[in-house]
């Protein structure tokens, strides 16, 4: 699942650093530092956004910004080895611009350098003036969404081969929020896509169906209640403890939590920003204020079986603060926006909701307890948490979107796929992470659901997965294939740069990746490829990028990283090359 597709325009500046391996160290952020370096880091950061902003409307003709256009900062980056990148959206005369992002990118004497941009051509629509009204666009938005209509927007929607003006509309209904963007001139819907879309796509739920196959985890049995080993000896209240969950999926766990009084604890970390898990009680509400807290007078949580509502609360916090742990401790990463904000969970979410899915608007992770027909259990697995908060990381950086959406809720486009792809790649990093013996790290992804298959996706032989029809190479049918088919070309070339092909065993897990041309790969190492994937997120991902597009992308980290003439640069190359992405393939008009 990913968060929303299509926003109001939202401004956050988050200065950071990428290190040259993996590591990496936060640049400045909210209350993390002494107040001297915060307000230098300030400075920094107004500076580099100046220098980018004025770059930009300097060079015009390779940025596409123009007369009426105003740039908004969302990220700014400045990297130890010297390069600074902004990464803006974009306004045209007021309105917010779909598909407009860029990010400028300087040198370490603020000289631009290049860009990465959504559209490749004018945002300025043809029309400047709307035909319909913003009540008929309500309409027509309620209409196609079937469900209630919030107030329309004036838009300018850059996304496809040319800019148009329309409306922007939220829609209620009875299947959850979706956006619905309708023509301003003409009334056509120029695409209707859910807010929320689930970790298992209705295609996926259907192939379930037509099987008469069900989800069933294997979970735990009840077990005796634990004691948890808090910090009740503390004078002052609330106070940092340590006590301990019963999970459904990963055992007993260690967990931060708060004690309010000498015999009250709360399931809230305030070592990872205030990050809790709430239980919505049957209740499909996205308001995390409106969940009810969690709290035990033991400091002990669930008892590994889904007879105590805790259980699942303990694998979500869990899944939630590992997850956090890894971007932090990998990426210096602080929070899914880097804000320091935390990323929360409610459980227990709707009634009979097979699903689980990350909610931007909340900030939160939620989880349903199983449709009691395909799904029986709550999807509170590690990689699925860790899959899921990755779409926040997503969100808050390239914004990937799909190219279109079918009335079913299914996604299509390759960047869409790209962006399944990232969070099974950094799904699967987050169980290395981890390293749980009981949930053992591997590059397969739910492969804890109780499955025929034994696994969901897998990244080093993509096709092995018959379920969702994932593909191995690319090939220009792609382009509109759905999101989880298409995702197995990025997620194979990541495997190949970090693991190679052919036979090899990690862990306990056996695999043997083949190659589209028959070539060998030799990996380069896990760590190295995620911190070349995630760099090119972060620097040279827009909400466009597609398969060729990411290859770019991550030969540019790969060179920022470790050189042009490096053998991880070469690598880069030869794992795209491996899945049918080179230079020489790339199709004439992608957007």
Known sequence: MRSAHIRSVAVAVAVTTAATGLTGTAFAGPATGVEQRAATAATTARVVVTAARTAAFAHASATGVGAGDELQPQDVMIDPEGARHVRFVRTHRGMPVLGGDLVVHLSRLLAYTGVTRAADHAVRPAATEAKLTARQAEEKAASAADGHAG????????????????????????????????????????SNTPDNDEFLSPRVLEALRRRGES??????????????????????????????????????VPLTTTQTARKSFLLKDPTRYGTETRDAKGKETESFAQGTRFTSTTDSWGNGATSSRGSAAADAQYGITKTLDFYKKTF??????????????????????????????????????????????????????GHELT????????????????????????????????????GSN?????????????????????????????????????????????????ADAEVHAGSGVSSHAYYLLAEGSGRKKVGATTYDSPTYDGSTVKGIGRAKATAIFYRALTRYMVSSTDFHDARTATLKAARDLYGASGVEYRTVDQAWSAVNVTEADTPAARH
Request: hydrophobic content about 40%; aromatic content about 6%; some cysteine.
């Open 151 to 190: 107030t329309a927007a004036l838009v300018v929607d850059a996304r496809g081969a040319a800019s148009a003006l329309a409306y922007q509309v939220t829609v209620d209904g009875a299947d959850g929020s979706r956006t619905v963007v309708v023509d301003a001139t003409t009334g056509a819907v120029r």
């Open 215 to 252: 989800l069933d985890p294997a979970t735990g049995i009840a077990a005796r209640a634990l004691t948890g080993a808090s910090a009740s000896a503390a004078a002052r209240y609330p106070a940092t403890a340590h006590g301990f969950g019963r999970s459904l999926f990963v055992g007993k």
């Open 332 to 385: 210096g990463r602080k929070g899914m926006a880097n804000n320091s904000k935390p990323a929360r969970a409610m459980v227990h979410w709707g009634r009979k909701v097979g699903n689980a899915f990350w909610d931007s608007d909340c900030g939160c992770m939620l989880y349903g307890d199983g449709d009691g027909r395909e799904i029986k259990k709550p999807l509170v697995v590690l990689d699925v948490t």
């Open 391 to 426: 779409h926040g990381v997503v969100d808050a950086t390239a914004k990937l979107e799909p190219t279109r959406v079918d009335d079913d809720g299914n996604q299509y486009g390759e960047p869409g796929a790209l962006n399944e792809s990232l969070a099974d790649i950094f």
């Open 430 to 478: 987050v169980e290395f992470s981890a390293n749980n013996p009981k949930n053992p790290p591997n590059y397969l992804l739910g492969e804890k659901l109780g499955l025929a298959q034994k696994f969901l996706r897998r990244l080093d032989h993509p096709s092995l997965d018959r379920l969702e029809g994932t593909v191995d190479y690319w090939s220009p049918e792609v």
